[in-house]
T-cell receptor
């Protein structure tokens, strides 16, 4: 079972560059999430999706975009990278909200220089 | 909005009990979780508790919930070096995504 797979694991971007963080899950989960983890700050929700074709903003959406064309994939797009976006990014998925467990990917460590 | 707070660091000796504390602000929180993050890895669910429960025990783990004070704790009995990790408290009402605390780094000294 692959679970939640994120690519790449590491990336260094220059200011102003763009990139897409890939996330795919093979558990047929409806809900998918993108979080960023800054040191000592816990996880902040960037965007989430409750099903294919439906996305919504989380707590810190500025500078990011998402799409959910299939149940499996939930890519996160950075259009104009800024140093403030240096962080570790986690994708997660769950069957629902509430008691269902959220499964996390291994994370993408992004540095913007 | 909802907020979850934890202390940042806890150091214990191997064999001792560890207690990690968490407070939250949303009185509508229905599901409360403890996740574990090992170095370089994603988060893994350790245990959860419903808001209508006071306590839940699962092998070496004991979760205590004081709903009146909005206080959640995780006790790890007979702490081992393999328990060294960051522990995150999280909560949800069931109608929104999880809100996480900042994580408590547990260091277990041999």
């Amino acid at each position: 079972n692959a679970g939640v797979t994120q690519t790449p694991k590491f990336r260094i971007l220059k200011i102003g560059q763009s990139m897409t963080l890939q996330c795919t899950q093979d558990m047929n989960h409806n809900y998918m999430y993108w979080y960023r983890q800054d040191p000592g700050m816990g996880l902040k929700l960037i965007y989430y999706s409750v099903g294919a074709g439906i996305t919504d903003k989380g707590e810190v959406p500025n500078g990011y975009n998402v799409s959910r064309s299939t149940t499996e994939d939930f890519p996160l797009r950075l259009e104009l990278a800024a140093p403030s976006q240096t962080s570790v990014y986690f994708c997660a998925s769950s069957w629902g909200q509430g008691v269902t467990e959220a499964f996390f990917g291994q994370g993408t460590r992004l540095t913007v220089v | 909005g909802e907020d979850v707070e934890q202390s940042l660091f806890l150091s214990v000796r191997e064999g001792d009990s560890s207690v990690i504390n968490c407070t939250y602000t949303d009185s509508s929180s229905t599901y409360l979780y403890w996740y574990k993050q090992e170095p370089g890895a994603g988060l893994q669910l350790l245990t959860y508790i419903f808001s209508n429960m006071d306590m839940k025990q699962d092998q070496r783990l004991t979760v205590l919930l004081n709903k009146k004070d909005k206080h959640l704790s995780l006790r790890i009995a007979d702490t081992q070096t393999g328990d060294s990790a960051i522990y995150f408290c999280a909560e949800t009402t069931g109608r929104r995504a999880l809100t996480f605390g900042s994580g408590t780094r547990l260091q277990v000294q041999p």
